[in-house]
């Protein structure tokens, strides 16, 4: 790009150009695909909370396994180190909970309320399983910073 103009102008369209190229930056992070509900958050609550307070451009491609993420290079890390300390919670074996069928709908309450409830509460995520005909709850601990 060439510029002309006076030395206070070319310097501040320089530097216009330099944070326009700063902020079309793009990493990637890779996920295993069951943790999917904690990469995204209930009903996206993750990836809407990371992009309001950032303002980096999150999205999520399932098909791939891969979280995209749009904006400086500095906000994109960030929130890539964030997810990596995120997903590294959720590393290991979870705890598995054996539920009579019977009780799932109440410990689940209306529209998932009382797990939700417990999520927050904890953070830990609560995952339904079927293991052999039988209802499970199965969770991992979020680390806590």
């Given at each position: 790009i060439?510029f002309?103009?006076?030395?206070?102008?070319?310097?501040?369209?320089?530097?216009?150009v330099?944070?326009?190229?700063?902020?079309?930056?793009t990493?990637?992070?890779?996920?295993d695909?069951e943790?999917?509900?904690?990469?995204?958050?209930?009903?996206?609550?993750?990836?809407?909370?990371?992009?309001e307070?950032?303002g980096?451009r999150i999205?999520?491609k399932?098909?791939?396994?891969?979280?995209?993420?749009?904006g400086s290079?500095?906000?994109?890390?960030m929130?890539?180190?964030?997810y990596e300390d995120?997903?590294?919670?959720?590393e290991?074996?979870?705890?598995?909970?054996?539920?009579?069928?019977?009780?799932?709908?109440?410990?689940?309450?209306?529209?998932r309320?009382?797990?939700n409830k417990?999520?927050?509460d904890?953070?830990?995520?609560?995952?339904?399983?079927?293991?052999?005909?039988?209802?499970?709850?199965?969770g991992r601990?979020?680390?806590?910073?």
């Open positions: 060439d002309s103009g006076s030395y206070e102008a070319i310097e501040m369209a320089k530097e216009m330099l944070q326009f190229l700063d902020n079309k930056y990493c990637e992070l890779e996920y695909e943790l999917i509900d904690v990469v995204a958050g209930k009903q996206g609550k993750t990836v809407r909370k990371l992009q307070e950032t980096v999205s999520i399932r098909a791939k396994n891969i979280i995209v993420f749009e290079k500095a906000k994109c890390e929130v890539k180190e964030r995120i997903l590294l919670g959720y290991g074996p979870g705890v598995e909970m054996s539920v009579p069928e019977r009780l799932l709908s109440a410990i689940y309450g209306q529209g309320r009382n797990l417990i999520e927050d904890t953070g830990a995520v609560i995952l339904q399983t079927e293991v052999a005909e039988a209802e499970s709850l199965r601990k979020l680390s806590q910073r």
